[in-house]
């Protein structure tokens, strides 16, 4: 056919006919053109067919093309898939930006925007990030099938326009473009402009001029919005100055000639995206030379992840038994400096805080934080048993036995007395056998029971001792699913060993609850309403208020002698929806990540809390039903290897070499520092999960970064009375703040300790750890299982 806007190819005649004769059908009027030629392939006239509209047709519905099927060899879109123009040429205050756009069959089934381009960041902010001009298909949340711009201006992030009555199917090739210029902007579909708004009426304004944000194809910002189906021949002008909109309607039409493109005056640049697959991933401007970089999923990455997995051991090669047991004698000099910072910490405290609940490594007192029951007392004592500190041991059992008392209690949270205070008796009962710890933990268990009275069986926040009542706290009538989710280890042990069931029948109701719930991709929101289950928002994350919930669900299954599939098919589950939905990489470096997800796009984040991952996915791949061999077994190592690798990293790369609270990952750039936390609170998962990685795989180079985060700490947070928290892990002498949280002691200290020693004291096999790093051992066949739906 005479079709101005795109070639003749085999599959498009072997699709459409007429008179019998191999044509193609759906063509519409160019540049006011009266009629056009229909055309056979030997060129020969078949007829002039008379335009009677100039309104969109509605397309045909052809099969799916695949990429050497398609109208033009272009670049195919997906989540993975898209290309970036680094810098800040491309945008122009005279702007125009015109693409073949083909939609496949996943915009017909949801409701997400599909992105052709952007050089903004989302959001109606007024700030340079939101300054420039973004296209999609589909407004935000909203199956409307409209193609959209949206522009930044000095009042607003989102000036908005789309194509009015016009909607794009998929399946359906479209040429689409948008001015944005000081008179107006304009949009265009197949030659026609279909809106525009002058930029003269009271309200409306210009965008401005985006000079930071790279210009993205497919993506609205990395990760998010992505287009699917493909992309081809993106143009990109500047400096027009079209005195109308008929005159950019001109533009606009020869732009549609994939001939002539490269001689349309003003051209700045122009990305056929035929050349994807190239060498190095490069993505040729033919016009200007402002080469993109197309990303893709590695074709040498592991089967069922999507990005290639860095793990810090590349160039070291294989592990020999020399190098196993050099790193055993080391480690065992190394974990007795460690257990000299343990009695460091623990003179501090029994010389200034003797049965309080914390330490004030600074001042050099006390302070009851978390209810008046000695907290750091009852969490350091599997701590002092494992370390051989015996003579500390016994005289802090001594204590529990006279002293302690939950009576001065009044409100407490239940997820956190439950980790530390019965996590701590529980374990101290099961490494000594003293009786005592078990008739303490049995007292403080029955005063935490109130808290699961609710309609669901999803227990309050909050419980009071004094007057048995549960409350919400401060998440309202909302249950945290980290704290729903991390009771069951402790109840279950309590109820296994004083044969109250009720300890552990009302601690399984919530997972029981969970499991019935359909979670998309098995990943569940951080709220869940206390009144009916409903998820009450749409945050995922495997950091702070996720991340042991997901933790509990392999361990309980452990715990149970792995005999209660439905808890380690939800593990499964997640772990699925982890790997295909939040694990990205760094632009960069490819330092692997978990990021947070809000159902529809990723924050570029991860809390230092996600690093218990790496420990978990390690624990599940060796206990995989299935085999340490098998392929979901063989991909959660090496992303537990991969994710171990970043979390290494986030104290490596700082100036005191220890972690801040969580990093960021912004496009185009690595991995930097959270910009409202920069400070370190003396976390353990980290050290968690090399002591976890060391033991499984016998890898040296595990218990070596442990080291080094010990030698760090020991350098930058030591006291003269213990260990206090960092303000800023980028600036040496920043200071040490005045706090010694439980958990250094009751994790950090043990994890970092067990990590060194090779005589391996705590089997994983054998064990079970709580959250707060207290052991327990897996119950043997008496333990009666608790069913799904019991």
Same mark, same amino acid.
């Given at each position: 056919?005479?079709?101005?806007? *795109?070639?003749?190819?085999?599959?498009?005649?072997?699709?459409?006919?007429?008179?019998?004769?191999?044509?193609?059908?759906?063509? !519409?009027?160019?540049?006011?053109? =009266?009629?056009?030629?229909?055309?056979?392939?030997? $060129?020969?006239?078949?007829?002039?067919?008379?335009?009677? &509209?100039?309104? *969109?047709?509605?397309?045909?519905?052809?099969?799916?093309?695949?990429?050497?099927?398609?109208?033009?060899?272009?670049?195919?879109?997906?989540?993975?898939? #898209?290309?970036?123009?680094?810098?800040?040429?491309?945008?122009?205050?005279?702007? /125009?930006?015109?693409?073949?756009?083909?939609?496949?069959?996943?915009?017909?089934?949801?409701?997400?925007?599909?992105?052709?381009?952007?050089?903004?960041?989302?959001?109606?902010?007024?700030?340079?990030?939101?300054?420039?001009?973004?296209?999609?298909?589909?407004?935000?949340?909203?199956?409307?099938?409209?193609?959209?711009?949206?522009?930044?201006?000095?009042?607003?992030?989102?000036?908005?326009?789309? =194509?009015?009555?016009?909607?794009?199917?998929?399946?359906?090739?479209? +040429?689409?473009?948008?001015?944005?210029?000081?008179?107006?902007?304009?949009?265009?579909?197949?030659?026609?402009?279909?809106?525009?708004?002058?930029?003269?009426?009271?309200?409306?304004?210009?965008? %401005?001029?985006?000079?930071?944000?790279?210009?993205?194809?497919? +993506?609205?910002?990395?990760?998010?919005?992505?287009?699917?189906?493909?992309?081809?021949?993106?143009?990109?002008?500047?400096?027009?100055?079209?005195?109308?909109?008929?005159?950019?309607?001109?533009?606009?039409?020869?732009? %549609?000639?994939?001939?002539?493109?490269?001689?349309?005056?003003?051209?700045?640049?122009? #990305?056929?995206?035929?050349?994807?697959?190239?060498?190095?991933?490069?993505?040729?401007?033919?016009?200007?030379?402002?080469?993109?970089?197309?990303?893709?999923?590695?074709?040498?990455?592991?089967?069922?992840?999507?990005?290639?997995?860095?793990?810090?051991?590349?160039?070291?090669?294989?592990?020999?038994?020399?190098?196993?047991?050099?790193?055993? %004698?080391?480690? !065992?000099?190394?974990?007795?400096?460690?257990?000299?910072?343990?009695?460091?910490?623990?003179?501090?405290?029994?010389?200034?805080?003797?049965?309080?609940?914390?330490?004030?490594?600074?001042?050099?007192?006390?302070?009851?934080?978390?209810?008046?029951?000695?907290?750091?007392?009852?969490? =350091?004592?599997?701590?002092?048993?494992?370390?051989?500190?015996?003579? $500390?041991?016994?005289?802090?059992?001594?204590?529990?036995?006279?002293?302690?008392?939950?009576?001065?209690?009044?409100?407490?949270?239940?997820?956190?007395?439950?980790? !530390?205070?019965?996590?701590?008796?529980?374990?101290?009962?099961? /490494?000594?056998? $003293?009786?005592?710890?078990?008739?303490?933990?049995?007292?403080?268990?029955?005063?935490?029971?109130?808290?699961?009275? &609710?309609?669901?069986?999803?227990?309050?926040?909050?419980?009071?001792?004094?007057?048995?009542?549960?409350?919400?706290?401060?998440?309202?009538?909302?249950?945290?699913?980290?704290?729903?989710?991390?009771?069951?280890?402790?109840?279950?042990?309590? =109820?296994?060993?004083?044969?109250?069931?009720?300890?552990?029948?009302?601690?399984?109701?919530?997972?029981?609850?969970?499991?019935?719930?359909?979670?998309?991709?098995?990943?569940?929101?951080?709220?869940?309403?206390?009144?009916?289950?409903?998820?009450?928002?749409?945050?995922?994350?495997?950091?702070?208020?996720?991340?042991?919930?997901?933790?509990?669900?392999?361990?309980?299954? /452990?715990?149970?002698?792995?005999?209660?599939?439905?808890?380690?098919?939800?593990?499964?589950?997640?772990?699925?929806?982890?790997?295909?939905?939040?694990?990205?990489?760094?632009?960069?470096?490819?330092?692997?990540?978990?990021?947070?997800?809000?159902? %529809?796009?990723?924050?570029?984040?991860?809390?230092?809390?996600?690093?218990?991952?790496?420990?978990?996915?390690?624990?599940?791949? #060796?206990?995989?039903?299935?085999?340490?061999?098998?392929? @979901?077994?063989?991909?959660?190592?090496?992303?537990?290897?991969?994710?171990?690798?970043?979390?290494?990293?986030?104290?490596? @790369?700082?100036?005191?070499?220890?972690?801040?609270?969580?990093?960021?990952?912004?496009?185009?750039?690595?991995?930097?520092?959270?910009?409202?936390?920069?400070?370190?609170?003396?976390?353990?998962?980290?050290?968690?999960?090399?002591?976890?990685?060391?033991?499984?795989?016998?890898?040296?180079?595990?218990?070596?970064?442990?080291?080094?985060?010990?030698?760090?700490?020991?350098?930058?947070?030591?006291?003269? +009375?213990?260990?206090?928290?960092?303000?800023?892990?980028? @600036?040496?002498?920043?200071?040490?703040?005045?706090?010694?949280?439980?958990?250094? /002691?009751?994790?950090?200290?043990?994890?970092?300790?067990?990590?060194?020693?090779?005589?391996?004291?705590?089997?994983?096999?054998? #064990?079970?750890?709580? &959250?707060?790093?207290?052991?327990?051992?897996?119950?043997?066949?008496?333990?009666?299982?608790?069913?799904?739906?019991?």
């Amino acid at each position: 056919a005479n079709n101005p806007g *795109l070639p003749m190819t085999k599959n498009v005649f072997n699709r459409w006919s007429v008179h019998g004769k191999e044509v193609v059908k759906n063509l !519409r009027g160019i540049n006011n053109q =009266s009629s056009i030629e229909i055309k056979s392939k030997n $060129e020969e006239v078949i007829k002039d067919v008379p335009l009677e &509209t100039k309104k *969109l047709r509605k397309p045909l519905k052809p099969p799916r093309k695949t990429l050497s099927e398609s109208l033009i060899s272009s670049l195919e879109v997906n989540s993975k898939t #898209y290309m970036v123009v680094p810098g800040n040429s491309l945008d122009h205050a005279d702007l /125009l930006v015109a693409a073949y756009i083909y939609l496949d069959e996943t915009s017909i089934h949801d409701n997400d925007m599909r992105t052709v381009f952007s050089n903004k960041k989302p959001g109606c902010d007024v700030s340079a990030a939101q300054y420039g001009v973004a296209m999609f298909v589909n407004s935000w949340q909203h199956r409307d099938r409209k193609l959209h711009v949206e522009y930044g201006g000095s009042s607003s992030g989102c000036h908005k326009l789309d =194509s009015r009555s016009v909607e794009l199917q998929a399946l359906q090739w479209y +040429h689409v473009a948008v001015y944005s210029g000081p008179s107006f902007t304009a949009l265009f579909v197949d030659g026609e402009l279909v809106n525009s708004v002058e930029h003269s009426n009271v309200g409306d304004e210009p965008h %401005r001029v985006q000079d930071s944000n790279p210009f993205i194809v497919g +993506h609205y910002d990395v990760g998010q919005y992505a287009f699917y189906g493909n992309i081809s021949h993106v143009a990109v002008l500047h400096g027009l100055h079209p005195t109308s909109e008929g005159e950019m309607t001109s533009v606009v039409n020869r732009l %549609r000639r994939v001939d002539e493109m490269a001689s349309v005056p003003s051209l700045a640049a122009l #990305y056929t995206l035929t050349d994807f697959g190239a060498e190095g991933g490069v993505c040729i401007d033919s016009k200007g030379g402002h080469n993109g970089q197309y990303f893709a999923p590695s074709s040498g990455s592991l089967a069922g992840v999507n990005i290639a997995l860095v793990d810090g051991t590349e160039h070291r090669g294989a592990v020999t038994e020399e190098m196993r047991m050099n790193s055993d %004698r080391q480690g !065992r000099v190394r974990k007795e400096k460690i257990k000299e910072g343990m009695k460091h910490a623990w003179n501090g405290y029994h010389k200034y805080a003797w049965g309080k609940d914390e330490l004030k490594p600074i001042s050099a007192r006390g302070q009851d934080n978390w209810g008046g029951m000695g907290v750091t007392l009852v969490d =350091s004592l599997d701590t002092l048993w494992l370390m051989g500190m015996k003579t $500390e041991f016994y005289e802090a059992m001594k204590w529990v036995e006279t002293s302690l008392t939950f009576s001065k209690a009044g409100s407490v949270s239940v997820f956190e007395t439950t980790i !530390r205070e019965l996590g701590g008796l529980l374990a101290a009962f099961d /490494l000594s056998g $003293e009786q005592v710890f078990l008739t303490k933990a049995q007292e403080l268990g029955r005063l935490l029971m109130p808290a699961f009275n &609710t309609h669901t069986g999803i227990p309050f926040g909050m419980v009071n001792f004094r007057n048995g009542q549960g409350s919400g706290g401060w998440a309202g009538n909302s249950a945290i699913l980290s704290e729903l989710g991390t009771l069951q280890v402790e109840f279950r042990y309590l =109820s296994h060993h004083t044969n109250e069931a009720d300890f552990e029948v009302k601690a399984m109701k919530p997972l029981q609850l969970m499991n019935r719930i359909e979670a998309p991709y098995g990943l569940y929101p951080i709220k869940i309403n206390i009144d009916n289950g409903a998820f009450a928002e749409q945050q995922v994350t495997f950091g702070a208020l996720g991340d042991s919930f997901y933790e509990y669900l392999l361990k309980t299954w /452990l715990q149970g002698g792995k005999k209660e599939q439905w808890l380690r098919d939800m593990y499964d589950r997640a772990m699925d929806g982890a790997v295909e939905k939040l694990l990205l990489a760094s632009d960069r470096t490819g330092l692997a990540f978990l990021s947070d997800w809000n159902g %529809r796009s990723n924050h570029r984040k991860m809390d230092h809390l996600v690093c218990f991952m790496p420990g978990a996915l390690a624990l599940g791949a #060796y206990t995989d039903p299935k085999g340490l061999t098998s392929k @979901r077994a063989v991909r959660d190592l090496a992303v537990a290897k991969a994710l171990m690798f970043t979390c290494h990293e986030m104290y490596h @790369r700082m100036a005191t070499g220890i972690a801040p609270e969580y990093v960021e990952f912004p496009t185009e750039g690595d991995m930097i520092v959270g910009s409202t936390a920069p400070f370190y609170i003396l976390r353990p998962e980290t050290a968690e999960s090399l002591f976890i990685l060391n033991q499984l795989t016998g890898d040296p180079i595990y218990r070596d970064w442990a080291w080094e985060i010990w030698e760090a700490i020991d350098k930058h947070c030591k006291t003269s +009375h213990g260990y206090g928290a960092l303000p800023d892990v980028t @600036r040496v002498g920043s200071g040490i703040d005045d706090r010694m949280e439980s958990f250094f /002691l009751a994790e950090t200290m043990k994890y970092l300790y067990l990590a060194q020693d090779p005589d391996k004291p705590i089997d994983l096999m054998k #064990y079970v750890f709580n &959250t707060e790093a207290h052991p327990m051992k897996i119950f043997d066949d008496s333990h009666i299982s608790i069913e799904a739906d019991s």
